[in-house]
């Protein structure tokens, strides 16, 4: 069942990475209460062994949604190591993270493939959160908007069905947080240019300074990293 994509919604999107342990995981549960907050989606991306544990505490009530951060580009079938959007499905996830920098830069990850993956996960009804941002070159040389168009390119008639995460490569888990300016002319060119796409930030986002990012009108929520890995600064963020 696909998460709702919409700018009245506010996201607040944990991304696990392959930082997380199952005992971690199983912490994170124990502790976790959701902010009695309306229009508000809590989900935490994890890697695959941990869906079904996540999967279970939510049946028992636990008050989260959880996501994959990776999917397979191709149908199922003899792809040995892959895990199909197909497989995901049958497990009621509702968003994937599609495009994550880490992906696009240790993987290699293409624009084309990664149209492929957004495909799998829209032809199951499951949510792409699509990341996009420009390194630290890029933003130095004022290239920016142009990367970020570029990123989006090819992308125009599914972008009404994903969640947007603009995530300065520069600001990933390097404690260096994008100012307000930098986020506030990011949001406002990707909203002109996406079909209603929410747009959330993702960049060293902590209990610290969520508040004032999320108060910026054309920020929908956040993508959350380091601090996602703990509930309670996952619970600061989101009460915020
Ligand atoms: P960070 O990661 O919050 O640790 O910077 C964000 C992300 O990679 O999504």
New binding site residues.
């Given amino acids: 069942m696909s998460i709702p994509v919409s700018r009245d919604v506010q996201y607040i999107l944990g991304?696990w990475?392959m930082a997380q342990s199952l005992r971690g995981a199983r912490e994170f549960l124990r502790s976790w209460k959701a902010p009695e907050k309306e229009k508000q989606i809590c989900t935490v991306y994890c890697s695959y062994p941990h869906l079904w544990p996540v999967l279970e505490a939510i049946s028992q009530g636990v008050e989260l949604l959880v996501g994959a951060q990776d999917v397979s580009s191709h149908k199922p079938g003899a792809f040995t190591g892959e895990v199909s959007a197909v497989q995901l499905a049958e497990l009621n996830v509702g968003s994937c993270l599609v495009g994550?920098?880490?992906r696009r830069q240790y993987f290699s990850e293409s624009n084309e493939l990664l149209k492929l993956k957004v495909e799998q996960l829209l032809a199951q009804k499951i949510t792409p959160v699509f990341?996009i941002g420009e390194n630290l070159e890029q933003r130095k040389s004022g290239k920016t908007l142009e990367v970020l168009a570029q990123q989006l390119d090819g992308f125009q008639s599914v972008l009404k069905n994903c969640v947007v995460?603009y995530?300065p490569v520069w600001?990933?888990?390097?404690g260096e947080v994008a100012t307000l300016d930098q986020i506030q002319e990011a949001h406002q060119f990707l909203c002109e240019k996406t079909p209603g796409s929410p747009i959330v930030y993702?960049?060293?986002?902590?209990p610290e300074n969520a508040s004032e990012i999320l108060g910026l009108p054309e920020v929908h929520g956040v993508?959350?990293?380091?601090?996602?890995l703990k509930a309670e600064s996952f619970f600061q963020i989101a009460a915020t």
Avoid: P, W
């Fill in positions: 991304n990475k994550h920098s880490e990341c995460a995530e600001a990933i888990g390097t993702g960049g060293s986002v902590k993508l959350v990293g380091g601090a996602s």
